[in-house]
């Protein structure tokens, strides 16, 4: 393989239930070493994109090549991967140390090299003292990283990964997005996880695959998802954007001049080939990159008058809810809470405005 070639190539892959395509006509290249994600909300595929990897599916069309070897052909448990499960599917009647090694009985290893490699293991997934305990002794954290070892300890390829946190507590389940995070860096493998979970997915993953329906809508690095959403199903599903339809009016070098009904004329750079004049586009903008304040912005900057009719607290942040005359749908605005002045916390009195920055805007193809 050249460094151009990918190291997972899923090519046209199709997979139908009789009539229902759970899968449609997909294409992803996964690097060498590459933490990636399939998101999306439930029954968009990505599960079943996940088993056809592992070989537990067979596609209905097209082809998955791993490591530059096509793998119609090649059994579930002759190919390079291996899965650790949304439930974990620890044997109950064997201990930290059985589990583990369960997958290592038909290498014929001497017990010496067994427990070398379990020993290692261990010590990976940061579990070394813990060999004698049995599965009904554990945490879901520690349940979590048995899977994580019995799968690791094969040594594979590529590590799927199909939604292992969804189980675990709020608190827990961040702690161990940035412990799978490093324990993916530390050993280097290929890491492909299945999540509905946003927050998830941007936290982990040097690129995300973004699925609808079948069909992947975009991929790209989260940075570039959450700030340069290609489409309105994925603005709308990584974070939260309030969306404008407008109509392209006329280009102005790297800008486009949309008119809006509610915001009147707005400017917006261009996000690609749609953007021609009069097309029709949707304008976005997140709830951050707008403004709140008791008076309009100076200088001719753009800014429009709305009143607050809720407010919703988070800790660390407050979503306003600000009613704009001409829009049908509140423009949610949040900004940061300062625990010292708790009255920033509650809706400003009256009539506010609210001002946004030319390069905060992003246009969408409209659906």
């Given amino acids: 393989m050249t460094d151009d070639t990918p190291f997972i190539a899923i090519d046209r892959v199709s997979k139908s239930f009789g009539p229902v395509v759970a899968v449609d006509d997909v294409t992803i290249s996964i690097r060498r070493g590459e933490f990636f994600s399939l998101l999306g909300p439930s029954g968009c595929g990505k599960t079943t994109l996940l088993r056809m990897i592992s070989g537990f599916e067979t596609p209905t069309a097209g082809e998955i090549h791993?490591?530059?070897?096509?793998?119609?052909?090649?059994?579930?448990?002759?190919?390079p991967t291996n899965m650790v499960f949304q439930n974990y599917a620890i044997f109950p009647h064997l201990d930290v140390r059985g589990n583990i090694a369960y997958g290592l009985r038909k290498h014929r290893l001497?017990?010496?090299?067994?427990?070398?490699?379990?020993?290692d293991t261990l010590d990976m997934v940061k579990l070394s003292g813990f060999e004698n305990r049995r599965?009904?002794?554990?945490?879901?954290?520690?349940?979590?990283?048995?899977?994580?070892?019995?799968?690791?300890?094969?040594?594979?390829?590529?590590?799927?990964?199909?939604?292992?946190?969804?189980?675990?507590?709020?608190?827990?389940?961040?702690?161990?997005?940035?412990?799978?995070?490093?324990?993916?860096?530390?050993?280097?493998?290929?890491?492909?996880?299945v999540t509905h979970d946003q927050e998830e997915a941007l936290t982990m993953s040097d690129r995300i695959a973004v699925m609808s329906e079948g069909r992947v809508e975009q991929i790209a690095s989260p940075g570039e998802l959450y700030e340069s959403p290609n489409c309105r199903n994925v603005a709308s599903f990584i974070g939260v954007m309030n969306f404008i339809d407008g109509t392209v009016r006329g280009l102005q070098g790297k800008f486009a001049i949309v008119e809006t009904a509610a915001l009147g004329q707005l400017k917006a750079p261009v996000a690609g080939?749609?953007?021609?004049?009069?097309?029709?586009?949707?304008?976005?903008?997140?709830?951050?990159?707008?403004?709140?304040?008791?008076c309009s912005p100076e200088g001719g900057a753009n800014g429009i008058a709305g009143t607050v009719t809720n407010a919703a607290y988070y800790g660390e942040s407050t979503y306003f809810y600000v009613d704009v005359e001409g829009c049908e749908e509140p423009f949610i605005v949040s900004t940061k809470n300062d625990l010292r002045d708790t009255s920033r916390q509650k809706p400003p009195p009256g009539r506010i405005w609210m001002s946004w920055r030319d390069e905060s805007m992003v246009l969408l193809p409209p659906e």
């Fill in 273 to 294: 080939p749609f953007v021609v004049p009069d097309a029709p586009v949707v304008v976005g903008v997140r709830p951050e990159k707008l403004l709140l304040s008791d």
């Fill in 66 to 79: 791993i490591d530059g070897n096509p793998m119609s052909a090649v059994l579930p448990h002759e190919r």
């Fill in 135 to 193: 599965a009904t002794q554990l945490s879901g954290g520690q349940r979590q990283r048995v899977a994580l070892a019995r799968a690791l300890i094969m040594r594979p390829k590529v590590l799927l990964l199909d939604e292992p946190l969804a189980a675990l507590d709020k608190k827990l389940r961040e702690n161990m997005q940035l412990e799978l995070r490093s324990l993916q860096q530390s050993v280097g493998i290929t890491f492909i996880l």
């Fill in 110 to 119: 001497s017990k010496a090299e067994v427990d070398q490699r379990v020993g």
